[in-house]
């Protein structure tokens, strides 16, 4: 349901049909087109009816099952208006928490009664703020010329030798020293630890390859905005990732982070159903999966994983 478009677009080019010449069979545009094969319905709410026509123009000419096709996407335009409802309803959560913490620290200011000849009279105050700002300047000053002037004294004296640092008189054989250092620019240092090999086959759609030898790895996902999220690992829901709302709180720059560890053998792929995809970073053992701009979605986004095995 989710690949309806990608199912089109696959059809298409089974059919050696490009994009244009599709245009002119079903007098559809190409920016419709388009659009279709890329699963940007929530463009066209309140158009589905024209939707379903362009569906069953384009399933005509393309030899596909229009009544499947139609059912997809009106279970796939029932799932955007959960989308919706959903967003609508974490953001009415957050604007009562806001507006709840705003009530929590409002305060009156006391009651004090105060002569006012007294309380209007700061020149005292001024005064004494003045003072101490004049010490904390004379007191920065004075830091500032000691540590200058005690480095200073440092480098030029001669007699200054380093801790450490020996002295030797005579004759010094440096060929010994010259053959270490040759034999350390010899040595070979083979210390490059083994990456993970990434493959993208389509928009948040990755095939990856670990070293040879290992046994499990690590997925690390950094959520960097409010976002529902749901996994499926090897085609079933998966118990160990929770299902909620993530970084859903009020400190924007920290990203809300989940780890989960997977042996090799009972693996084969992941899909992370997320409400949007914009900012999110994952990760492979530390190392980061190279999305691009095309991976940022606003609306619902699956980001497919498939493991790739000897």
Known sequence: MDNLGENIRRQREAKHLTIEEL???TKISVAVL?????GKFDRYKGDEAYVKMYLKKISNVLSMDTDMVTQQYLELTREIELEDIKDKEV????????????KKFSFEA??????????????????????????LVCLVIVVIWYGFYSTRSKTKDPTFVPQNQTTVEG???????????????NTPT?????KVEFTRKSRLDFQFKLPEGVEEF??????NHACWAQMYVNGKSYDKFVSKVYHDYSDKDKPETV???FKVSEFDNLRLRNGSNMGHHYYINNQEIPLTEEDNVTGVANFNLTLEKE
């Not at 009664?113 to 004494?128: L, N």
């Not at 690590?218 to 959520?223: C, S």
């Open 259 to 261: 780890e989960l560890t």
């Open 110 to 135: 006391p009651q004090l009664a105060r002569k006012p000849s007294v309380y209007e009279d700061k020149s005292h105050v001024t005064i004494i703020r003045g003072a101490i700002i004049l010490v």
């Open 218 to 223: 690590t997925l690390k996902i950094e959520y």
């Open 190 to 194: 083979d210390q490059t630890e083994a």
């Open 34 to 38: 388009k659009d279709i094969e890329n």
């Open 171 to 185: 004759d010094v054989d440096t060929n010994d020293q010259t053959n270490q250092n040759d034999d350390n620019q």
């Open 23 to 25: 245009s002119t069979k």
């Open 91 to 102: 953001q009415n959560q957050h604007q009562d928490e806001v507006v709840k913490k705003g």
